[in-house]
């Protein structure tokens, strides 16, 4: 025989020490597991809410922004008018119909 099998052979299989149906989680760990359970749903649910409430004032931001910029817009049409008229530009003498 080789001196492998020989030592397969002497080496005993490990034996469990501590019986696998008494080692438990029991209540304690119960508790834990699902204490832990609710505070992931709760930290989900409020970082949820913050994400939509920043997404919300952006919109919103970009909805003011564009309404500034329209109203600047507009102010500079009005003044940029308004400048060619007193420049000396002549309106047309002929009334409507």
């Known amino acids: 025989m080789s001196a492998?099998?020989?030592?397969?052979?002497?080496?005993?299989?490990?034996?469990?020490?501590?019986?696998?149906?008494?080692?438990?989680?029991?209540?304690?760990?119960?508790?834990?597991?699902?204490?832990?359970?609710v505070a992931v749903f709760l930290l989900v649910f409020d970082m949820l809410r913050r994400v939509r409430?920043?997404?919300y004032r952006a919109e919103a931001n970009a909805a003011i922004d564009a309404e500034e910029a329209e109203r600047a817009e507009r102010d500079a049409q009005e003044?940029?008018?308004?400048?060619e008229d007193a420049g000396g530009r002549a309106e047309d003498p002929t009334p409507e119909r």
Not at 79 to 83: E, K, N, V, W
Request: overall charge positive.
């Open 4 to 37: 492998l099998a020989v030592l397969a052979a002497v080496t005993p299989s490990p034996r469990p020490t501590v019986d696998p149906d008494l080692v438990t989680p029991g209540p304690l760990g119960f508790t834990a597991i699902a204490l832990v359970a």
């Open 53 to 55: 409430l920043t997404r």
């Open 79 to 83: 003044r940029s008018g308004t400048a």
